[in-house]
Each structure stands twice: as structure tokens, then as C-alpha cells.
């Protein structure tokens, strides 16, 4: 955890710190590595044949899932939205390959329905639901709470995709404030999920006014804003999660949402791909 320095900050009266996840590991970086460490050990505990997982084809999560199952030495199985696509259709498609992955490619159609086909469906295959989101990839998370519990903070802000992190974070730290920032227009789901975990929505706050209507690379706003704090800070963001993230905080700053004195944490959960 590091302190951001910046004129605004001292205007506005609040401390702002980054939680430096992205440094966890090159290719698992940030929360991926917090989510899925738990399904993995419970995978090598039980001696699973293998690991089944879901992902949008540009997905972080099957990324660092091949590339630790891969070194781990167990059979992954990838069933990968979209019919269209194969093997070879983008660069992190085929490093997954190299990482020994099998890789089913579905219809959208049928990807909603998170239907293992009988052919690969195993009961000694360990199921990771898409993103880690289940009540262990939740847990999985205490390890980055049980670090920020000892900091005097009153407010934490995170990109939120299954709301697997969120939740965690608000499931271990019950006495912070705990912002989600959506990336995704899903607010129904990440609700839901919500609802599935926790009895109440306790001390969460879910912002889905932010989410980038240009999606990704399209929003030059965002882009300047990754390029402003990158040169800024010496912090690489990518724009999807973590830019839009802090983005969004800069925007409540300069709102003067927060009361002065206000120590709040920014997670940086990963997402630079190499
Ligand atoms: C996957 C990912 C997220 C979303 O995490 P959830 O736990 O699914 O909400 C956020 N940031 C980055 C960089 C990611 O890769």
C-alpha cells in the first residue's frame, strides 16, 4: 500500500492510498490471483482430474487461470462465449493454448445458460464459475482484506465485474465504507450476487453512473484521464477496470463528496496483461 501524492488531494483535505495488487505476480495480477488461490488448493487437496472454467474470450480470468493451472500441472477445461472465435482469434486466445488449455467455443446463447456440456462435465472436476464468483472465490479474498484491516481507512473503491472482490472485501472489512465501481452495465447481477453472500448490502455502495458508454478503448475522456494518472503517478492502469475506477473517484473528488480528513484506498486489481 502506497500513498498518492497530488495537488487536489491536499485541496480537497483527504489522504488517498493505492493498494498495489497489480504487483502480486507479471501474469496473475491482482485479484485473479486473490480469487482463484482457494478453488486451487482445494483442487490439489482433493486430487481433481482436472478444473472447468468460463470467460469472455479477452477475459483476465481464463488468462491467469491457464497460466496457474499450467504451472500447477492441471487439466484445464475453457467453454469460451462466442461460436465465432477459435483457438487463434486473438493473441491471449493462443498463449492460453500454449499454456495447454482445452478451449470449448459456444454461442452466446448458450454461454448464458453456464451449462457444462456432458462431454467434458466430470464429478472429479473442480467447476470455478465464471470470474471465481461462488462463496469461495468470495472468501478466497480475505487475504486482501486481513492486509488493509490494520490501516486506518474509511473508504475503499474497487472495479467490479462479478462483484466476487467487492463482496469479500465487504464481507471481512464490515466496518469500512466499500465503493464498487461497475464496469459493466450489470448492476441486476452484481445485486443479485450481493444477495446471494451477504444478508444485507451492509456497508456497500455500488456506482453503476459511471460505467463507460464507449466501451474500452472508444472513450477518449477515459484514455486521457489512464494517460494523465500513468504520468502522474508511474502506475500502470488499463482503462476497463482499474482507470475507470479511479476516474470515477477523481469525478467524486472534485464534487466534493468527501468531508475533509477522509483516508480513502484505492484497489488497483491488476488487469495488465503480458
Ligand atoms: C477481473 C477484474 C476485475 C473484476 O473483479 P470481480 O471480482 O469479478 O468484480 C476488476 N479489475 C480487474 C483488473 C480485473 O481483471
Redesign the pocket.
Known sequence: MEELKHPLFTEKGVQVFIKRDDLIHPIV????WR?LKEYLLIAQKEGSKGIISFGGAY???IYSLAYLCNALSLPLELIIRGDELNENSNEFLMQIKQWGAKMYFISREEYKTKIIPPQIYSKEKLIIPE???AAMGVDSVRSLADEIAFNAIDEVF?????????IGLAKYLPNLKINGIL?LSNKAEIDSNIDQILSAKQNIILWDSFISKKYGKKNTELIEFCTFFVQTFHIQI?P???GLMIQSFFKLLKEDYFKPQTRILLIH???IKH
Open positions: 495480477t491482482g485479484n485473479k480469487k477475459s483476465n480470468h470470474g471465481g464468483f474497487l472495479a467490479v465485474g462479478t462483484g466476487t472482490t467487492l464496469a488499463e476497463i477496470y482499474t486489481s491488476g488487469g
